[in-house]
């Protein structure tokens, strides 16, 4: 990997709470069971009308997944970081495609924090926050606690000023 | 205006022609399949059933203006409307961005309009009044201005609705140069137009084509294809292509005006449609001049703004002047608060790397189609030309694809045929954001976007293939530009 001063200075980012790291390796697994599953019906039938060995499909989709599931997340979480100043929000995240995203709190138009099925388990919400710029319409920031997204939501909203110009 | 208690109004009456005419064809289009269908069953049905269709239009108009009632309150502006579902919408004189004002031919023949209000909220038709008179329309429109600026009241009172004739005019049109204009206007859009007709035909089934084209007809037609021919079809469609462009310029762009009003620019336009618009100076977020291929060269070129919660029509992007000399616009950049762009010389392009990743598909294609010409069929030859071409226009592109900053903006150059240079102050920055690829991080480079309100989806405000380090800086170079930009124009006069 080449050297990028994009991860130079990560002690300068706040990580994303670990849990988000289960969080990550459930929304790989529940897709990859349902692929396996398919894919032993598949096995029951059709596949059968082929030379494949019993069991070969199911088990090279499990056995993916299961790879995916244990590999995958902890790189996806260490690519996540933000940084929040008096004046704005960093946010670093992606790994084949690496964004940094400087939000100006004074164009935050409106914040929601967030909190999925996957997410709820284990505290964890997403704060997302809405400017009225086109690409950038909402940056949403994974992997908090339930109640530091809520912290930093009303910290952002004390400071959003209502101008629009 | 309203002293005391407002009262609720209706539309113009002539509303009820204007639905009428609007709903009837709707409805036919949707019977005339009804109609193809039963064609067996003679004449005499299919005109009951246009007779019941123009009552009902007629019924479905009377509905809608006796249910449609507008209140102009002090401070906003309350809208009514719907039968069974009650529809009832308050739109505060202070979220109001944008009063667009619009004339049809119908409307201008009773002296009404269409009046739109815009909020820059996502809803499409968030305030439509269609139509009331004329002379309404001016003074609703005066009076919410006054209704967003309080203090501008008196100043505002002197001005009536024909004040517009005394504002001084930043841009106009005579007849001769938009005739010329209509010539860059070149537009195949009639074929689009007639294929969707035979489409139609083919569709409610009153053309059968599989008795119109037969095989001994497709020979016949085979035996008659010259050059000629060709060529005089080629010119036909050409010449067509050129009449249609004048003609929509014109329609669009007759008697072209725009002036300075109080609150910005207004601009008014149109031949059949006569439109005026506000495009209020402090929701222009970036400044766009853009030019074809020829009318470059020939010295003409496009200024128009980038709004903020503007005419969704033209996708947030209003034309300020659709055809002027450089000096014509530099003093309508300047009206409108914007710096005027930098020598072509301040300019920078991305670094040479940058080259490789614009090539790279192209000329990977090329090298495999002509493998393939060589070892399979030399047809794959013309394939690896076009590649070729397309990777020297992607080369053009790199070239052209330049930036500049200065004390106030950030200035973008792009585009290979239509050239567009946009301008942007830093104090319109939303928000900032480097991103790279798989392939930029290999060769140490980064897109630089700088998002602004009401940006196009497809054409952001990036600068691409920056070097890495650059970008971070560039970065945090305009993030500060923003932030003390914005502190100077809190410190200013501020509205609202």
């Known amino acids: ?165 | 205006m309203s002293d005391g208690a407002p009262e609720p109004r209706r539309l113009h009456p002539a509303t009820l022609i204007a639905r009428w005419l609007k709903v009837v064809p709707q409805m036919l289009a949707g019977g005339i399949g009804i109609a193809a269908a039963a064609r067996d069953q003679g004449a005499g049905r299919f005109l009951l059933f246009a007779l019941v269709m123009l009552v009902l239009g007629g019924v479905f108009a009377l509905v809608y203006w006796w249910r449609f009632r507008y209140t102009v309150g002090a401070s906003e502006i309350v809208i009514e409307k719907g039968l069974l579902q009650r529809q009832r919408r308050v739109i505060p004189f202070d979220r109001v961005q944008d009063i667009a004002i619009e004339q049809r031919l119908l409307a201008r023949l009773f002296g009404t309009a269409k009046v739109r209000i815009e909020t820059g909220g996502a809803a499409k038709d968030e305030g439509n009044l269609d139509m009331i008179a004329l002379a309404d329309a001016h003074a609703l429109r005066d009076h919410v201005r006054r209704g967003t600026r309080p203090a501008q009241a008196a100043a505002d009172e002197a001005e009536a609705p024909e004040a517009a004739a005394e504002e001084p005019v930043l841009f106009e049109m005579d007849l001769p140069r938009l005739l010329f204009s209509g010539l860059f206007g070149f537009s195949l859009i009639f074929l689009a137009v007639i294929s969707g007709l035979v489409q139609q035909l083919d569709q409610f089934g009153f053309v059968e084509w599989d008795d119109l084209f037969t095989e001994e007809r497709a020979d016949a037609a085979a035996n008659m294809v010259s050059f000629r021919l060709v060529f005089g079809l080629a010119a036909l469609v050409i010449m067509l292509g050129v009449i249609a462009g004048i003609v929509r310029t014109v329609t669009r762009d007759f008697g072209f005006k725009l002036t300075r009003s109080e609150a910005g620019f207004r601009r008014r336009r149109g031949l059949v449609t006569l439109s005026e618009v506000v495009i209020p100076l402090r929701r222009t977020q970036v400044a766009v001049v853009e030019s074809g291929l020829v009318s470059r060269m020939l010295g003409w070129h496009r200024l128009s703004f980038q709004t903020l919660g503007a005419d969704r029509k033209e996708g947030g992007v209003q034309v300020a002047a659709p055809f002027a000399r450089m000096e014509e616009l530099l003093p309508i950049l300047a009206e409108a608060g914007f710096p005027a762009p930098p020598p072509a010389c301040e300019f920078r392009s991305s670094p040479r790397r940058a080259l490789i990743r614009r090539l790279a598909p192209w000329l990977l294609l090329a090298g495999a189609l002509t493998a393939g010409a060589f070892l399979f069929d030399l047809r794959a030859g013309i394939g690896a030309l076009l590649a070729a071409l397309l990777a020297l226009g992607a080369a053009l592109r790199w070239r052209l694809h330049a930036h500049a900053e200065d004390g106030r903006a950030v200035y973008v150059t792009e585009g290979l045929l239509t050239r567009r240079l946009r301008i942007m102050p830093y104090e319109k920055t939303q928000l900032i954001s480097v991103s790279r690829g798989p392939l930029q991080r290999r060769l140490r480079l980064a897109t630089l976007l700088v998002d602004s309100a009401g940006a196009s989806a497809t054409r952001p405000f990036h600068m691409v293939d920056l070097d890495t380090r650059d970008a971070d800086a560039k970065a945090d170079r305009l993030y500060r530009a923003f932030l003390s930009a914005r502190a100077l124009s809190r410190s200013g006069p501020r509205h609202a």
Request: glycine share 8%; hydrophobic share 45%.
């Open chain 1, 1 to 165: 990997m080449q050297p990028d001063e994009y991860q130079d200075e990560p002690s300068a980012m706040t990580p994303l709470n670990p849990s988000q790291i289960k969080v990550l390796r459930i929304r790989i697994a529940l897709p990859a069971m349902v692929a396996t599953l398919a894919a032993f019906l598949l096995d029951l039938g059709p596949l059968r009308e082929t030379i494949l060995p019993q069991l070969a499909v199911p088990g090279a989709v499990l056995l993916l997944g299961l790879l995916a599931a244990l590999a995958y997340p902890p790189r996806r979480y260490r690519s996540w970081g933000y940084k929040e100043s008096e004046e704005e929000i960093e946010i670093r995240r992606g790994r084949w495609f690496r964004t940094r995203t400087i939000v100006p709190f004074g164009r935050v138009q409106h914040i929601d924090v967030a909190q999925g099925p996957i997410q709820r388990p284990f505290g964890l919400a997403t704060l997302i926050l809405h400017t009225a710029g086109t690409h950038g319409a909402s940056v949403p920031l994974p992997g908090l606690l339930h109640g530091e997204a809520e912290a930093m939501r009303d910290r952002i909203r004390a400071k959003i000023r209502q101008d629009l110009v």
